[in-house]
C-alpha cells in the first residue's frame, strides 16, 4: 500500500523526542554494543492518526468596476493513516545518562517511516464573473476529484476546489505537517513495562492567508496516537 508524504513522515518522526535526553552529537551511525554499562531496548511501535481541515471565505474584487469576480465557498478534507507494522524502534542509553534512538537497520536518529492512509476532499460554492461577456459563474466543486476517497502518497484530490485559482486551501495541507508532540521519560523506555501509549498534542500553523478576503474561517484539528510494545533484545 503506498505511504503518506514525505512531509508528514518527517513530522512523524519528530514526535518521538525524549523530553529528559540530552541533545546527541554527532556520533558513527553503528552504535558499538561493547561499552560498559551501556543498555538498549527494542520496542515496535504502531501509530494511529486523523487530520480534518476546513476552510470557508467570501471575497469580491474591483469593486464598482467592469465584470468584478465574486467568490464564496467551503473546502473540507479529511485524512486518516496508521503504521501497524514492521516499525521497530532502539533506545539506547549511555553512562552519563545520553540517550539515543533509531529505527532498526537505520543510522543514528534516523527513525523515520510511512504510514499508509486515505484522503476525502470536498468543496463547494461559486467563482462569478457576472453575465457574459464578462465570464458567468462556474463551480468549485465540480472536478471528478471532489467526495472521492484515495490512498495516497500525496495529494490526489488537490484539484477539487483549485480550478479556478479563487481558494486558497489549507495553512496545513498534508497530516502532521507542523510537528506534534508527546513527552516521555527515561523510566518509561527502560523501565520494567511492557510499553506505553502516547497521544500527540496537535500544533498547528496559524493560516496565513491574502488580505482581498471579505471573510475568512479557517479550523484545524487532528490526533494521533503511538504504542510502543516492549520486544526481547537482540543485543
Given at each position: ?98 540517550v539515543t534512538m ?9 527513525a523515520a517511516f ?31 476529484a471532489c467526495g ?88
Open positions: 500500500m503506498p505511504s503518506l508524504a514525505k512531509a508528514a513522515l518527517t513530522a512523524a518522526a519528530a514526535t518521538l523526542a525524549l523530553a529528559t535526553a540530552a541533545t546527541a552529537q554527532p556520533q558513527p551511525p553503528n552504535i558499538p554494543n561493547d561499552i560498559p554499562t551501556v543498555k538498549t531496548v527494542r520496542f515496535k511501535m504502531t501509530i494511529h492518526g486523523l487530520q480534518h481541515s476546513f476552510f470557508a471565505f467570501s471575497f469580491t474584487l474591483n469593486k464598482g468596476g467592469d465584470c468584478p469576480p465574486h467568490a464564496e465557498g467551503q473546502i473540507s478534507e479529511d485524512w486518516e493513516f496508521a503504521r501497524g507494522r514492521g516499525t521497530v524502534l532502539i533506545f539506547t542509553k549511555f553512562p552519563g545518562g545520553l533509531r529505527r532498526e537497520g537505520r543510522g543514528l536518529g534516523d510511512a504510514a499508509p492512509g486515505g484522503l476525502q476532499r470536498v468543496a463547494n460554492g461559486f467563482y462569478d464573473l457576472s453575465p457574459p461577456p464578462c465570464g458567468g459563474s462556474h463551480n468549485f466543486g465540480e472536478e471528478p472521492e476517497e484515495f490512498e495516497v502518497n500525496s495529494d490526489p484530490a488537490a484539484p477539487c476546489g483549485e480550478k479556478f485559482g479563487a481558494i486558497d486551501l489549507f495553512a496545513t495541507p498534508f497530516p502532521l505537517l507542523t510537528r506534534q508532540k508527546a513527552a516521555f521519560t527515561k523510566k518509561q523506555i527502560f523501565g520494567r513495562k511492557r510499553g506505553f501509549h502516547l497521544v500527540l498534542k496537535d500544533h498547528f500553523l496559524e493560516p496565513l492567508h491574502e488580505p482581498v478576503y471579505d471573510s475568512v474561517e479557517e479550523k484545524l484539528n487532528g490526533e494521533s496516537d503511538v504504542t510502543l510494545k516492549r520486544l526481547k533484545s537482540n543485543y
